[in-house]
């Protein structure tokens, strides 16, 4: 799978992190940025990952802040993304199963390393169930993308 990570610079470790352990699994890595710890803006990197899923660079996109919950906002601006924070496995697989998200946001000031391998795996190893219950929610939320 090929997966797009992208960090501000409170999240430029983690996702250095991320994105080897990624590449080791055998997923392909689409690094867009930042490069450095240098400040940035969170809402640039979450765009960038977006943009990368939406287009078709990407298949998922990975995106770190300190906290996550700036990437996820900024990521859910772009319609079509379905960005879940996730602090936890249960979250990072359940939002895939349930709501199809295609990026995943993590807080780095939230979540260590090993944490952070965890809910990266739960959330690669995740399919989209395709239940009808599901796909009735998901075209709710594509009406509401449309709604202004």
Do not use: W
């Amino acid at each position: 799978m090929r997966i797009a990570v992208g960090s501000d610079h409170a999240g430029y470790q983690l996702k250095q992190h991320i994105a080897r352990l990624v590449a080791a699994a055998g997923h392909e890595i689409i690094d867009v940025g930042t490069y450095s710890e240098e400040p940035v803006d969170y809402p640039d990197f979450a765009a960038a990952v977006g943009r990368a899923v939406l287009d078709g660079t990407a298949e998922r996109g990975i995106v770190v802040c300190g906290s996550g919950a700036g990437a996820s906002i900024a990521a859910n601006k772009l319609r079509g993304i379905r960005a879940g924070l996730a602090h936890d496995t249960y979250t990072a697989h359940q939002c895939v199963e349930h709501d199809d998200v295609n990026v995943l946001a993590i807080g780095s000031r939230v979540v260590g390393t090993a944490l952070a391998d965890e809910i990266v795996a739960a959330f690669l190893n995740a399919t989209f169930s395709g239940a009808e219950r599901h796909v009735r929610r998901l075209n709710k939320i594509k009406a509401l993308e449309n709604e202004f």
